[in-house]
């Protein structure tokens, strides 16, 4: 699983999935943790994972080694996400344009909901994000960073993905934050399997995944609602975007 959270977190909400699918499928899994977005990606086109989780922009970088198979159902979007802009409430800043010459603080360069779904956003205004804002990445690529330093006036502004708006309300001021904008749809996170896995395989997985609902502990622990078939074209948008 791509590494957004500390490991004891990603643990929790993916030691369920590693043993749901291993009794499922009848073969054994065992949960890797990689130490950040870049060690991920590099072990996935190794090929040292069957299965892996990963955001849309991470699932492109790496589809020549894995096919996607299924993507995450969740919230309102479902199978899309987007990611948000905040700033403090006293910032001045009320709108894309206010945030040219501004310290931004991103996620990271490969995180959809924390700086590509911003990028789509900028795109279609006619903005250049890499030019018209001071960009610097959070510490560790974590969500709460970003909220963090906004909250503190470290950064004038910060993009995040919609879903992670309250995950440092206990590290924060409340009222400290505000969101400025939503931004683009984005389709949602991919499961994907090696592409030299046997057929029969990657089917079992597939039907597994999609058996599941949000009523399962499993769903639960991953904090989605299920999941739904995917084939490589479902992500061809965010291929036009870094392109």
């Known amino acids: 699983m791509l590494p957004r959270y500390f490991p004891e977190k990603l643990t929790a909400m993916t030691s369920p999935l590693v043993d749901y699918l291993s009794l499922e499928t009848g073969n054994k899994f065992e949960l890797i943790l990689t130490d950040n977005f870049a060690d991920y990606e590099n072990q996935v086109r190794k090929g040292n994972f069957a299965i892996s989780y990963e955001n849309p922009l991470v699932y492109v970088n790496v589809a020549a080694t894995h096919e996607v198979i299924a993507t995450a159902l969740k919230g309102k979007g479902k199978d899309k996400f987007r990611g948000i802009i905040i700033a403090r409430p006293d910032s001045g800043i009320t709108n894309f344009s206010d945030l040219k010459g501004k310290k931004v603080m991103i996620v990271s360069a490969t995180s959809a909901g924390g700086f590509l779904s911003q990028k789509l956003s900028f795109q279609k205004l006619g903005l250049d994000v890499n030019r018209d804002c001071d960009l610097v990445e959070a510490t560790a690529n974590r969500q709460e960073n970003v909220i963090i330093a906004v909250s503190i006036g470290e950064v004038d502004a910060g993009f995040i993905r919609e ?41 079992a997985l597939r039907t597994a995944l999609l058996k ?16 739904k078939p995917a084939k490589d074209s479902d992500y061809d948008v965010i291929r036009q975007v870094i392109n």
């Open 212 to 227: 599941l609902n949000k009523e399962d502990r499993v769903m639960q622990a991953m904090e989605l609602d299920g999941f």
């Open 163 to 203: 879903s992670a708006l309250h995950q440092a309300d206990e590290f924060i001021t409340p009222g400290s934050v505000k969101i400025i904008a939503e931004t683009a749809w984005l389709p949602n996170w991919a499961v994907s399997v090696n592409r030299n896995l046997p057929t029969e395989h990657k089917e």
